[in-house]
């Protein structure tokens, strides 16, 4: 961006000087009572015009067509990258898990297997145990957990343990991944010494190498979209689903089975061997951020294939079809820290169930706001 604007302005320098160069070579030759000799006035523009270009070269072109195949790759391995909260977050190269110690490389490629392909070892029909629905973590956090807005485990390592109030403890790595073995894959939790368990703590923090304590790399997570105006419809959802979603999910939503019949093709998105009702997808704003970006299977954050109203209308549709209960008497134990789009009551405020279900949410927000600004003030 410099230097383009550099190398015009040098441009018009030299000409200038070159004028009056030439006009002082003129007067120069008419003061010495000679006559201006033309050839080596014109061996001074030539020589002028040749420093202009030449230099002009040295700087627009690239500096990888110089200094091509530069060494220094050979002789310094990359970098650990440093993730801060403004960097976008890919997930470490797995090449380097072989510079691991053995047994604790093994771990953590086992932890990833298990992220990945979670069904073979532990769904209905797994190798190791069966106490998960079928689905693979992998099917909602895409890339194994490292894609970025792919609901990625960037941010785990270096935020974990921490309160969340779902609980109203203090949760660790362990927890919160036995939390989505019990809701999204509406399974059977963990042992924590389990081999399984540590297998997949080990690969949440070998993804954490180069994050600092208490740092969110951008990119992890759930996007949260903007609050329609209007409460999100499930009919305008169905013609969504209809169009983009079915050709893989099915019409029924039941998704399709690979050719050996024990793994998908295409996860369900509801009935029984879908995510249960204290999953984080049945939210619909945790849906809606999450397809928004990654959904129909191809989408990247980089261009999104649904507006952000056919994305909450869309989760309105899926969110509203049957799939496997959970008692969550237990959760939020605080009630006035439940999102504002908790579908299911007590709530602390006046709106009514169906609109902390499909919003309008703005006004919930804006209460719940006010409400906590009041609850800060009578602390002090
Ligand atoms: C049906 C979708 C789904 C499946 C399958 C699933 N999860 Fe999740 N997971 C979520 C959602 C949604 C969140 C919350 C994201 C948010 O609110 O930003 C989440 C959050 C997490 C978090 C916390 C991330 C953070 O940064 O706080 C961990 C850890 C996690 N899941 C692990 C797993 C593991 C391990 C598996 C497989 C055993 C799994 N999940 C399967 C949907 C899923
Ligand atoms: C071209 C096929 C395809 C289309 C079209 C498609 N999906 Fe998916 N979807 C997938 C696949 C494959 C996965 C699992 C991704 C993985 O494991 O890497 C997935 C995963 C999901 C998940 C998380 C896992 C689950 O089953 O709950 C949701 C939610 C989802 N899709 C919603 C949608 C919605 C909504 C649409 C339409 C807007 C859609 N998908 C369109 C193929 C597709």
Redesign the pocket.
Known sequence: MLLGLAVPIMAIFVLVWWHNLDDALRALSMQGGRPLDERSSKRTTQAVWATVIITSALVLVPKPLIHHTSDTAATHPPPVPRYTADSLWYGPDTTTIAGLETTRASLVRYGRE??AN?AAY?GPQGSIDHR??G???????LDA?TRPWG??????WS??P?F?ERSGTMES?VK??N???E???N?KA?DSASHEMLA?VAY?EWLGTGIGKGV?PKG???IDLAFLDRPADPVRGERIFKAKCMSCHEADGQGRKNADGLTYLY?PLWGEH??NVG???Y?VS??A??VKNNMPQGTTYAAPQLTDEEAWDVAAYVDSQQRPDRDLSKDWPRIAAKPVDHPFGPYTDTFSEPQHKFGPFGPIAAAKKKNDAKAQASKK
């Open positions: 298990l992220i979670t532990l998960t629905n689905m693979n973590c992998q099917n909602c956090h957990g609901n990625n485990y960037g941010a785990v935020t974990y921490k969340r790595i919160r991944v939390d989505c073995i809701r999204s894959l399974g963990l997949i949440m969110k992890t997570g759930i996860p879908s995510y999953a984080g997808l939210r945790r849906f951020g999450y």
